[in-house]
């Protein structure tokens, strides 16, 4: 049967070829006819239903994983992972069985701890890959405990930001350079964020010209949304009120993702100069308030690029009521002949989108994507896993590389410590 007919019986592998992820010749050597990546899971907060509810969504193909371990000191988080992962086997019962095949999801074995976990390989646990999930400051001591030859892993993926200091980063890349059998990755879904995708399409093909001027918006609510309950439900304990934890405010958080967007489309930032502030603080129920977030909400700076493109970057964080979203965009890119925006709106699926503005649609624009495919932000995580996949199987993904990933994170100490100085800082380059 030709090979275009034979992948299209497989619907991720279909996906990955119509889009380039995957070759002719890669699908012939067949390295992508084995069976789904044995996955556990470390840390079992907020983002980790993120990822299980996207990596149980993938197709049935050789392009995802099944959640075999997971592990965090609370057991009530893990009861919260496993129920979640219940509940998607049970939604994905009727596919499977179409398929004539094994559920998608497994019901997890539960650890303690990462090095609980790892201690149970080869007895009673087979893993491929783990996802470390956990606060900021562990994520070094996690990565090169899993790294090590002994546990014959083929992957360690940690979520973002992948360190939070520059001799941090530094001491993970050379625990991945020593165990040349395991891959390091980061999780980093702005590659795949359908609304960055469709403006790296049109400025590579150059209908709006050379990009002169860039500008970046990561705004929040803290009142509107979920991320930081279990924060205010406890400040003494909670790792992102302390900067020594967390490594910083909103840069270091979600800002990392707006800082790769910018990467995506502009190269390496060479310099960057900043000024924040920290004036938020929590309104609680009594009427009483949390103390202020030691790391930044306020933020404004300017990029310097490799390419000679300077571009302004901005974080703010509102403690009380919401943020316009429909008159703030979250990026706009500026070219000779036309102009992108992606709409402050854009993280939540059918709203934003992104806007091409050039001489043969001035008027509101011309959008990039239909409304079906505005999907927001979430979206970018299921096609983040598959890529992911794809990266351990061929041993390397320079989207998910962790060296690209401490190249993000390298500009965010730059803005820390330009902030600081009240100087123009260089980035570190991490070559």
């Not at 990822?51 to 994983?65: D, G, K, M, N, Q």
């Not at 499977?96 to 997890?108: D, G, L, W």
């Not at 702005?190 to 995708?197: A, G, L, R």
């Not at 469709?198 to 590579?204: G, K, Q, S």
Request: hydrophobic share 45%; glycine share 8%; charged share 20%.
């Amino acid at each position: 049967m030709p090979m275009q007919a034979e992948a299209l019986k497989i619907p991720g592998l279909a996906e990955a070829l119509q889009h380039g992820e995957v070759s002719a010749d890669e699908f012939q050597s067949g390295m992508f006819g084995r069976a789904a990546l044995r996955l556990g899971v470390v840390g079992c907060g907020r983002i980790t239903r993120v990822h299980v509810e996207a990596i149980t969504s993938l197709p049935y193909s050789s392009l995802r994983f099944n959640i075999v371990a997971i592990a965090d000191p609370v057991p009530e988080s893990r009861q919260n992972v496993l129920r979640l992962l219940q509940t998607r086997a049970q939604g994905n019962s009727e596919a499977e069985e179409e398929n004539a095949k094994q559920p998608a999801v497994t019901i997890a074995q539960e650890f303690v701890s990462l090095s609980d976990m790892l201690a149970a390989l080869g007895s009673r646990l087979e893993l491929d890959a783990v996802l470390l999930a956990l606060p900021h400051d562990v994520h070094e001591s996690a990565v090169v405990e899993a790294l090590h030859e002994k546990h014959n892993l083929q992957a360690v993926i940690v979520e973002k930001p992948f360190g939070i200091n520059a001799a941090s980063m530094r001491r993970m890349l050379a625990a991945e350079r020593a165990n040349p059998n395991c891959s390091l990755f980061v999780a980093e879904q702005s590659p795949w964020w359908p609304e960055v995708k469709a403006c790296l399409d049109v400025i590579r093909s150059g209908q709006i010209g050379k990009v002169v001027s860039a500008h970046a918006h990561y705004f929040e609510s803290l009142m509107t949304t979920d991320f930081w309950e279990s924060a205010k439900k406890d400040v003494k304990t909670n790792w992102r009120w302390s900067v020594e934890r967390s490594g910083g405010g909103m840069i270091m958080d979600g800002g990392i993702h707006w800082i790769r967007a910018l990467r995506i489309w502009l190269g390496d930032v060479t310099s960057v100069i900043a000024c924040m502030s920290s004036p938020v603080a929590v309104p609680c129920q009594d009427g009483s308030r949390l103390p202020l977030l030691e790391g930044e909400t306020i933020s404004h700076a300017l990029m310097q690029f490799a390419c000679g493109v300077t571009a302004s970057f901005q974080t703010t964080m509102l403690a009380e009521g919401p943020v316009c979203e429909s008159a703030s965009p979250f990026f706009r890119i500026t070219g000779l002949k036309g102009e992108l925006v992606i709409s402050g709106r854009s993280m939540q699926p059918n709203q934003g989108g992104a806007t091409l503005f050039d001489r043969n649609c001035i008027e509101g624009g011309l959008p990039l994507l239909t409304p079906h495919a505005r999907r927001g932000f979430h979206a970018a995580f299921p096609d983040m896993w598959r890529s992911i996949n794809i990266g351990i199987l061929r041993r390397c993904s320079r989207e998910h590389s962790a060296r690209e990933a401490a190249r993000d994170v390298a500009v965010a100490l730059a803005l820390y410590e330009s902030a600081r100085s009240g100087q123009w800082q260089t980035v570190e380059s991490f070559e």
